[in-house]
């Protein structure tokens, strides 16, 4: 079965410079979510889309911005990078249920692994 | 506010006994409860949930969790382990009415010796 895809795996980036994430859900699910875990950390949610609108934000620094385009993948753009930005961002996606009974878990990719110098 | 608690950071059992992850958990409204397992270098992987019915739920590989609502518990466990079952694992409640966030507990590190 398809799952979540993300790229890339892996990113170097020095101080200042930017990135940009890309996570394309499974087929038909709508709503994308962003998490970043750093290292021994819980996954934090930064941010998710839900039919290509923002849906709900937690702790996004607005150094980064998102977006989720027509073809409900997403991407994650992260500019003046910092060393603390060093992480593995997850990517999840479900299918959405705005206003009804949940019934689709979070699946997740296998994330990339952002390295800050 | 919603919240997840695992109180142990890991836990060592022999391949071949049961195990058990301990999760409770904080919230407003009904609980809607998840376990995820990560592998190294890799992903979190769904393995089960409680959303209603009966307290006992099954999911993947083996593992079941049993949701205790005067406990505010959500327990993993598994009859009999496996060296492959070695992993990281970490209990989430998603919020209320609100499915847009999941909040994951700090993750328990299952070690399952030969």
Redesign the interface.
């Given at each position: 079965a398809a799952g979540v895809i993300q790229s890339p795996r892996h990113l170097i980036k020095e101080k200042r410079e930017t990135a940009t994430l890309k996570c394309y859900p499974i087929p038909r699910h709508d709503t994308v979510y962003w998490y970043q875990q750093g290292p021994g950390q819980d996954p934090q949610f930064l941010i998710s889309f839900y039919e290509k609108m923002q849906s709900d934000k937690g702790s996004i620094p607005d150094r980064f911005s998102a977006q989720q385009f027509s073809d409900y993948h997403s991407e994650l753009n992260m500019s003046s990078l910092e060393l603390g930005d060093s992480a593995l961002y997850f990517c999840a996606s479900s299918l959405g249920s705005r206003g009804s009974s949940y019934n689709s878990p979070l699946h997740f990719g296998n994330g990339t692994r952002l390295t800050v110098t | 506010a919603q919240s997840v608690a695992q109180p142990e950071d890991q836990v060592n059992v022999a391949e071949g006994n049961p195990l058990t992850v301990k999760c409770t958990y904080s919230v407003s409204g009904n609980p809607?409860l998840?376990w995820?397992v990560q592998y190294p270098?890799?992903?979190?992987?769904?393995l089960l949930?409680y959303?209603t019915g009966d307290n006992l739920v099954k999911g993947s590989y083996g593992f079941e969790a049993e949701f205790n609502k005067s406990q505010t518990s959500f327990h993993l466990k598994k009859p009999s382990a496996l060296v492959s079952d070695s992993a990281l694992y970490?209990c989430a409640v998603?919020e209320g009415?609100?499915?847009?966030?999941?909040?994951?507990?700090?993750?328990t590190k299952l070690n399952v010796k030969p």
């Open positions: - | 809607y998840f995820y270098n890799r992903g979190l992987q769904f949930k959303i970490f998603a009415n609100n499915f847009n966030k999941f909040y994951f507990g700090s993750g």
